[in-house]
């Protein structure tokens, strides 16, 4: 199964743009990179995902490179609120079904 | 209202109980999940189900076992919890092509 690796924990400064870098050197042509976050042990909350082209919502850009080797989640303006574990994540075809690999995450610490 | 909610929020059991954890949604998928989340890890997947007579073992079945009652409802059962199913349990829906939408979680202790 494809894996990712992320940095354990990150520090940001307060609207600054927070910037989480993602390898998945493993991935496959047509396998997903999703991008949650986990918020004091609550349920993980879908950010974005793509397959080739960046991509941009109204919470954040994805930036996936040209060999999809790594990405990285940008967070514009970071907030207070945005302090979380962020997790980017390969979504792979398993048995009939999707299966999201987790990776261990990324600490996000955003300072006043 | 939220759109996957899981009962309990926090339960703690002794070693050799049956315990059940229960799982409902409200967004008309047909596929519900069970992933575990220990401290420092990802989530593992447990139990997956397509539709209420479609359920599959994931990677860490042993354990465990699944009742899905009805579209909107994917319970977990531990028929004898051990102390290494301390965890965070969480429930997941999805349509077949979509993205996942994560209950709150459940925390379980097992002492």
């Known amino acids: 199964d494809a894996k990712t690796t992320q940095p354990p924990s990150m520090d940001c400064a307060e609207g600054r743009a927070a910037n989480l870098p993602c390898n998945h050197s493993?991935?496959?042509?047509?396998?997903?990179v999703y991008w949650y976050r986990q918020i004091h042990s609550q349920g993980p909350q879908y950010i974005i995902h793509?397959?080739?082209n960046n991509e941009t919502n109204e919470m954040a850009s994805l930036i996936i490179t040209e060999d999809r080797k790594s990405s990285t989640l940008i967070l514009p303006h970071a907030t207070l609120r945005d302090t979380a574990v962020y997790y980017c994540?390969?979504?792979?075809?398993?048995?009939?079904?999707?299966?999201?690999?987790f990776g261990t995450g990324t600490r996000l610490k955003v300072l006043a | 209202d939220a759109d996957v909610t899981q009962t309990p929020r926090n339960r703690i059991t002794k070693t050799g109980k049956r315990i059940m954890l229960e799982c409902s949604q409200t967004?008309?998928?047909?596929?519900m999940y069970w992933y575990r989340q220990d401290p420092g890890l990802g989530l593992r997947l447990i139990y997956y189900?397509?539709?209420?007579?479609?359920?599959n073992k994931g990677e860490i079945s042993d354990g465990y076992s699944v009742s899905r009652q009805a579209q909107a409802k994917f319970s977990l059962s531990l028929e004898s919890a051990i102390p290494n199913q301390t965890a965070l349990y969480f429930c997941?829906?999805?349509?077949?092509?979509?993205?996942?939408?994560f209950g709150q979680g459940t925390r379980l202790t097992v002492v």
């Open positions: 997941a829906t999805s349509e077949p092509q979509g993205d996942a939408f």
């Open positions: 994540i390969v979504r792979v075809w398993w048995s009939g079904t999707y299966k999201y690999i």
């Open positions: 793509g397959l080739k």
């Open positions: 493993t991935i496959s042509g047509n396998e997903y």
């Open positions: 967004k008309g998928h047909d596929r």
């Open positions: 189900s397509f539709d209420v007579k479609d359920i």
